[in-house]
């Protein structure tokens, strides 16, 4: 009979996640109750997010407990249901964490349409980190035609959705991204007009370089160094989404700011945002995603790690920017 | 026959402005040509913003070129007029400069009502200073009864309206302040419910103590230490309007903030801003701030120096926090 796998937090890091702050075990698939579906589970997403989540340390949402199951974003199939809304063989999205079988009372479960676009991306360009992207840009910064949008992390899950809806919009879309072969991706395959690479050493010189009017709107991912750069190239009355720092997400110590100074300067309104603060917008991002995606107009890369058990060494990968686009774990 | 005596920029300062940054000198009182007024100043106002006009980097104002007459706000009394909508006699608030006697093509000079409010005030709580705390807490933070604001500086010509417009508002006012004095007249002549002593060095468990429901509004004027400390104990979705960051105007290295983390963990927005930029509040906030003065709902305190000689020491004085309320020179 099969087995359920999970991967449970084992330890509080200290630093830099390693592989050993993982346990994974294997359990009995449980049965459903009422009121509760049973969902084999597909897909895994891996985000930075989930890295505070290992943390004691006050976030937006509650820490995983040492022994509980990682957090995390799931595509699946209903393999038995006792709930009114959700029926065997519907496919869903939903929070259902590290594990390959996991029981749900349906909260936070959507159906999704298996037909319009790849299941995958529903953890990706037309999930959570999509949305974030769409929330992040066109709400908190409202680019107008002819602005320059700069991101950092250019090739992630969210920085490539950010540079294609600039484009959409019909700005100049730059990206701050690790590597040439990241920088090359974000312009041939993701449409961006120009990405400085930051590790060629020469950002600050690079951006003003890439960005000759400019930075109207900065998507910011990143934070440290590259958050001082950006910020030294905003124009008068930019907007700034701050959407995550993940420099500093494995640091023991906070980076120091240096150019706080150009918020003020430059009159700029920055906004600390999640996500799902957006309940309003969410569905709304998401329907337009799918669209432009079955369209082409939206495009976007996988990393794929196989199967759950590689999904330790796959995060810690993220976190060190060795994906390109999406990371996700196939778990079937 | 009387001579002007005008106070220039001799030198740009490295770090802290010294009194040998500055050069006093007499000249002949001009003439009115046509379109001009001639102003006899009796009050300059003396404001942290005119550090950035002295140094060469770019702020979101020109520099003060060496050999030209300081800038800053003025009161005084038209003697001569050759423009049509000034007449002699009027008393008139304006950005005149450093010096006794100033010509005016009539930009920026708007007519007062000596009888409303004493003239000085025209310079702090019913002038600039007054208007820069309305619009950056009443139109940047939105504060709602019952909520806790915090603002930097609290004795200051800005601060201290802040924590008036708070109370008038319902809410909490919190005020940071340097020195026992400082924060003995925020809470007894100002009206705040608590007040803070950033160089008793405990401003971050003091901060927590002095706002049990957290911070859902913060006007920084400061910057550095302070900063960090009050990002510390914001609240999800609060408001900060980043107004001044005087403890880093004379640094020759910038500080790093290290809690740009609670902007993302919190949801916060923050606003840079400079009061000039709205010109469709200034009016409205000016005309509100005059009549709660004049009905004795909002008090002031200033600090005079006496005579322009005097102008040089106040100012780096104001610049080092010595002054209590309004820093001001009495020119006549």
């Not at 029926?87 to 009372?105: I, M, R």
């Not at 309104?269 to 917008?281: A, K, T, Y």
Request: aromatic share 8%; hydrophobic share 40%; charged share 20%.
């Amino acid at each position: 009979m099969a087995k359920n796998m999970q991967v449970l937090l084992a330890k509080r890091p200290n630093g830099w996640v390693k592989e050993t702050d993982f346990e994974i075990v294997e359990s009995d698939i449980a049965v459903p109750g009422p009121g509760e579906v049973l969902i084999e589970n597909h897909w895994l997403s891996l985000d930075p997010y989930m890295r505070g989540r290992m943390s004691a340390s006050k976030s937006y949402a509650a820490s995983v407990e040492i022994g509980d199951v990682m957090v995390g974003g799931t595509v699946g199939k209903v393999i038995a249901s006792q709930h009114p809304k959700f029926k065997e063989g519907d496919h869903v999205v939903g929070s259902t964490g590290w594990q390959l079988y996991a029981l749900s009372a349906g909260d936070g479960l959507n159906k999704i349409d298996p037909d319009a676009v790849p299941l995958s991306t529903y953890l990706g360009v037309c999930g959570m980190p999509g949305a974030t992207a769409w929330i992040g840009l066109l709400e908190y910064c409202s680019p107008k035609a002819g602005e320059t949008v700069l991101v950092s992390a250019a090739t992630g899950a969210v920085g490539g959705v950010v540079g294609q809806l600039a484009k959409l919009q019909g700005c100049r879309a730059v990206g701050i991204a690790g590597g040439a072969k990241k920088c090359d991706h974000a312009k041939t395959q993701l449409g961006f007009d120009a990405c400085v690479d930051y590790k060629a050493g020469n950002l600050h010189d690079d951006l003003k370089a890439a960005c000759p009017d400019g930075v109207d709107c900065y998507f910011e991912n990143v934070g440290g160094e590259v958050m001082d750069s950006a910020l030294s190239v905003l124009n008068p009355f930019s907007r700034v989404a701050l959407c995550g720092l993940i420099s500093g997400y494995n640091a023991t110590e906070p980076y120091g700011q240096k150019m706080i100074r150009s918020l003020l300067v430059n009159r700029v309104s920055l906004r600390g945002f999640i996500v799902f603060d957006r309940p309003d917008l969410y569905a709304k991002a998401i329907i337009e995603l799918v669209r432009w995606v079955s369209q082409g107009k939206i495009r976007y890369h996988e990393t794929v790690a196989e199967g759950l058990n590689d999904a330790p060494r796959a995060f810690i990968g993220m976190l060190k920017g060795e994906n390109l686009g999406k990371q996700l774990v196939k778990l079937t």
